[in-house]
């Protein structure tokens, strides 16, 4: 079996090149697979794993636009529509200038394991452009998203595929793609774009689910302990969607966070962070964490990362690969019990085998930040049904789901003798759903 995995790593690595994030990504589910081919040969017989590995489809197109001052640029767009075995295709769109292919490929293979993980019926996609939102006027982002949704609308359909947001495309961006969509097909197709504003057929706790389902995943974990957030020091990394509302469920279940950052550096602030105000400074008026810093009193340290401040529960919530050996080794020394990941991928594999030997509980992304898609999948459910839920009502299903998913981990983690590991529970139970479903589709 470690043969079949070695051949097919081989395969993907060589067809395609220069995607290490996809590779890093392929490599690290593989890494947990030996056990479950040798238990099911049928998946081997049926070559589930190339077919894994290889999207079903992949679209890359031209965006272009005209700025304010009247000058035209040209960006890349992508939908990389991953395995439909489960369902529609599912996952987000990512406005950054380091958007590629190999970034989109790595987002939509760990996609298609998380949406598995929620007993949702989704498959997995992932989009996106490297065009930059920072720093553009909202004539400019509107101007964008349209020629983006131009191309990009004759491939989607609530019962083909449904976007949602990712770094750099919330709930703005979102409005403008619908807008345009809308536009478009003459079709008010609600159930096509998820993250939806509430007064246009969104769902409420979409906006806070993956935050809040990532931190309701670490108590889980900490729970394990017999411990919980209550009266920890907690550092998150990022300050946007998710980190923002990992920092409010945190602080609701009694963490003190005491650090969050951005791409410039992070902010250490021992009072607690004031979220109203973080919101006001990254949200509202689109301003950098330094400037949250310098109303609040606290201290910016620029160009850093901010795991060096010392945590007992960390949550990184802001891009891939951010944590890394030299940080983990920082965290543990200050006493962290766990890392649950709100982001994609933000631990290096390095780092991981680094936690994990120290006895640190590492929550991986596709179970940890799963509530956001879950509620995604629950925004899909009221737009079929033409209802609305209440808050308390979507936050309930949202935590059921999050339970589920951690014990589900866990239980089969403990079925293929690696109790306690997170990491292979969750690339085993997403699998396998997946490869059932496959093998019941036949060769397609
Ligand atoms: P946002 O755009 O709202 O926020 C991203 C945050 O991360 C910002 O603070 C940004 O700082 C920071 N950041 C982005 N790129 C870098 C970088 N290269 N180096 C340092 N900091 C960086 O995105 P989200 O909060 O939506 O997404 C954050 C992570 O969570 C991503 O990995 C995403 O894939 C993942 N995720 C998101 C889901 C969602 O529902 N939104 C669902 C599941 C996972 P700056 O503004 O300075 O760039």
């Keep these: 079996m470690r043969q079949q995995l070695a051949h097919v790593l081989e395969q993907v690595l060589r067809r395609n090149p220069g995607e290490q994030e996809f590779h890093q990504a392929v490599v690290e589910v593989f890494d947990s697979l030996e056990p479950v081919l040798r238990k099911n040969p049928q998946y081997v017989d049926?070559?589930?794993?190339?077919?894994?590995?290889?999207?079903?489809?992949?679209?890359?197109?031209?965006?272009?636009?005209?700025?304010?001052?009247?000058?035209?640029?040209?960006?890349?767009?992508?939908?990389?529509?991953?395995?439909?075995?489960?369902?529609?295709?599912?996952?987000?769109?990512?406005?950054?200038?380091?958007?590629?292919?190999?970034?989109?490929k790595f987002l939509g293979f760990e996609q298609v394991f998380k949406n598995a993980l929620t007993g949702m019926p989704i498959g997995g996609g992932k989009g996106g452009s490297?065009?930059?939102?920072?720093?553009?006027?909202?004539?400019?982002?509107?101007r964008f998203c349209q020629s983006f949704m131009t191309e990009l609308y004759r491939h989607l359909g609530e019962h083909t595929d449904v976007p949602a947001g990712d770094i750099g495309v919330g709930g703005r961006e979102i409005g403008y793609l619908f807008g345009q969509y809308k536009r478009i097909t003459n079709r008010y197709e609600s159930g096509v774009l998820t993250g939806k504003g509430l007064t246009w057929g969104g769902s409420l706790v979409r906006t806070e689910a993956t935050?809040?389902?990532?931190?309701?995943?670490?108590?889980?974990?900490?729970?394990t302990r017999g411990t919980s957030f209550d009266g920890r020091r907690v550092v998150v990394s990022g300050s946007g969607n998710v980190a923002q509302y990992a920092i409010q469920k945190a602080q609701q279940l009694g963490g003190h966070v005491v650090a969050c950052s951005d791409s410039?550096?992070?902010?250490?602030?021992?009072?607690?962070?004031?979220?109203?105000?973080?919101?006001?400074?990254?949200?509202?008026?689109?301003?950098?964490?330094?400037?949250?810093?310098?109303?609040?009193?606290?201290?910016?340290?620029?160009?850093?990362?901010?795991?060096?401040?010392?945590?007992?529960?960390?949550?990184?919530?802001?891009?891939?690969?951010?944590?890394?050996?030299?940080?983990?080794?920082?965290?543990?020394?200050?006493?962290?019990?766990?890392?649950?990941?709100?982001?994609?991928?933000?631990?290096?594999?390095?780092?991981?085998?680094?936690?994990?030997?120290?006895?640190?509980?590492?929550?991986?992304?596709?179970a940890a930040n799963a509530g956001g898609v879950a509620t995604s999948a629950l925004e899909?459910?009221?737009?079929?049904?033409?209802?609305?839920?209440?808050?308390?009502?979507?936050?309930?299903?949202?935590?059921?789901?999050?339970?589920?998913?951690?014990?589900?981990?866990?239980?089969?983690?403990?079925?293929?003798?690696?109790?306690?590991?997170?990491?292979?529970?969750?690339?085993?139970a997403g699998f396998t759903k997946v490869a059932d479903a496959m093998l019941a589709l036949g060769v397609v």
């Excluded at 079903?56 to 009247?70: K, M, N, S, T, Y």
């Excluded at 490297?130 to 509107?142: I, Y």
């Excluded at 609305?388 to 299903?397: D, G, H, K, N, V």
Aim: contains cysteine; hydrophobic residues 40%.
């Design 211 to 223: 935050g809040y389902g990532t931190v309701l995943f670490a108590e889980r974990m900490l729970q």
């Design 264 to 366: 410039t550096g992070y902010v250490l602030d021992e009072r607690g962070i004031d979220l109203d105000l973080l919101q006001q400074t990254r949200e509202v008026e689109r301003l950098p964490v330094s400037i949250y810093a310098e109303r609040r009193g606290a201290t910016f340290v620029p160009g850093r990362r901010v795991w060096e401040v010392g945590a007992q529960v960390a949550l990184p919530c802001a891009t891939q690969n951010e944590l890394d050996e030299d940080s983990a080794a920082a965290l543990v020394r200050s006493g962290v019990i766990a890392v649950a990941e709100g982001a994609n991928m933000p631990t290096t594999p390095s780092a991981v085998a680094l936690l994990r030997d120290a006895g640190v509980l590492f929550g991986p992304g596709k």
């Design 130 to 142: 490297d065009f930059d939102p920072r720093g553009r006027s909202q004539g400019e982002v509107m």
């Design 46 to 104: 049926a070559a589930v794993l190339e077919r894994l590995c290889e999207p079903e489809r992949q679209l890359i197109f031209r965006v272009p636009w005209v700025d304010d001052a009247g000058t035209v640029h040209t960006n890349r767009g992508f939908r990389v529509e991953y395995n439909s075995a489960l369902g529609p295709y599912k996952g987000g769109l990512r406005f950054h200038p380091s958007v590629y292919l190999g970034i989109v």
């Design 380 to 428: 899909m459910q009221q737009n079929a049904s033409r209802d609305s839920w209440s808050f308390e009502y979507t936050e309930e299903r949202l935590a059921g789901i999050m339970h589920s998913i951690h014990d589900r981990c866990l239980a089969t983690a403990d079925e293929y003798e690696a109790p306690g590991n997170y990491v292979v529970g969750a690339n085993i």
